[in-house]
């Protein structure tokens, strides 16, 4: 093992990720090594347990091992991430492999009940915790900083508008609930993708999915400044929600599962508005855990809460 080389990969902001290369035969030559962050705001045994349960159904790439605070993965040979900007010109494939695991992947670990609103009234009660007691890395200013969008934003009360606003008939499944470009790996030869990194999969809203690939679009996770000028027109909503339907049925046409397109539409645009939040809770809790010397977690929180306000102004009027 004297000849392994180590190199590190970009675009992880959870994770620090490493490719090893020059493992001898019959190991493979090269995997990838995911060094956990995010402490104590993911699951890493559910996480894992679910990741195996991908990989015995081939949806995920291959899970070769846990440590203490990381785990080894297959290396995706001939596959690369997408950019955001390629997002639109591969929504029929995307939309089919996230219909595939919606329709498909039943989990045993799971709950049968969508987790969403748990899961983002429990950042928000961290986020005003860590506010509260100044239980930030950088304590000074970062902490008078989220504690200002907190109030600008009056997060707390919106959410509970948003969730009375979901239709008690809404689909939930398992989601990937993390769909931006980098975790899409594309390989040119097949024209064929591969979803990666399900650590925030779970029980949720199906809409939810779709309206958060539809935020990520506009990117973000590299200088955290997402350009909405590149979230996708009306038009380009409706094809890759159509194109999601009618692969879903398709995969669903043992059981005979039809869905209304305008239906859809709507509950999609009112997740768009809750994945603001989401995101921006998420992102307060990382700068209170791990600060923003190496990404500015409070800017990027800032820009989806002013993002969430314009969105929400644009359907009142």
């Keep these: 093992m004297k000849n392994l080389s180590l190199s590190k990969v970009v675009g992880g902001i ?35 347990s679910i990741l195996a349960s991908l990989c015995d159904d081939k949806i995920a790439s291959g899970f070769l091992g846990r440590f203490g605070n990381g785990r080894v993965e297959e290396w995706l040979y001939g596959y690369r991430p997408l950019k955001n900007t390629e997002l639109g010109t591969k929504a029929n494939v995307i939309a089919s492999q ?66 009375e606003s979901i239709p008690k008939s809404a689909k939930t499944c398992f989601c990937h609930n993390d ?82 397109l305008q239906d859809l539409i709507n509950e999609v645009d009112t997740f768009i508005s809750v994945n603001h939040l989401y995101w921006s809770l998420w992102a307060i809790n990382q700068a209170a855990d791990e600060g923003c010397d190496e990404f500015n977690y409070l800017l990027y929180a800032e820009n989806r809460f002013k993002r969430y306000k314009e969105t929400m102004l644009e359907e009142r009027s």
């Design 179 to 260: 769909l931006l470009a980098a975790n899409i790996m594309f390989n040119e030869k097949t024209n064929s993708i591969q979803l990666i990194d399900f650590e925030y999969g779970g029980m949720n809203y199906l809409s939810f999915d779709i309206a958060n690939h539809f935020n990520e679009y506009a990117g973000g996770t590299d200088d955290a400044k997402p350009d909405y000028k590149l979230f996708p027109t009306k038009n380009e909503k409706e094809f890759f929600i159509k194109s999601y339907i009618s692969h879903y049925e398709t995969f669903s046409s043992n059981v005979g599962v039809k869905m209304n």
């Design 14 to 48: 959870t994770n620090s990720l490493f490719r090893v290369d020059g493992f001898p035969s019959p190991y493979p030559n090269s995997v990838l090594v995911r060094i956990f962050g995010a402490e104590g705001m993911i699951d890493r045994d559910r996480e894992c």
């Design 98 to 163: 996230l219909s595939m695991l919606h329709v498909n992947f039943k989990p045993n670990v799971c709950c049968k009940e969508a987790t969403l609103w748990n899961q983002i009234f429990s950042w928000y009660d961290e986020a005003l915790n860590k506010i509260s007691q100044n239980k930030f890395l950088n304590v000074e200013a970062d902490c008078l900083k989220a504690e200002e969008l907190f109030e600008e934003f009056n997060v707390k009360e919106q959410l509970h508008l948003l969730k």
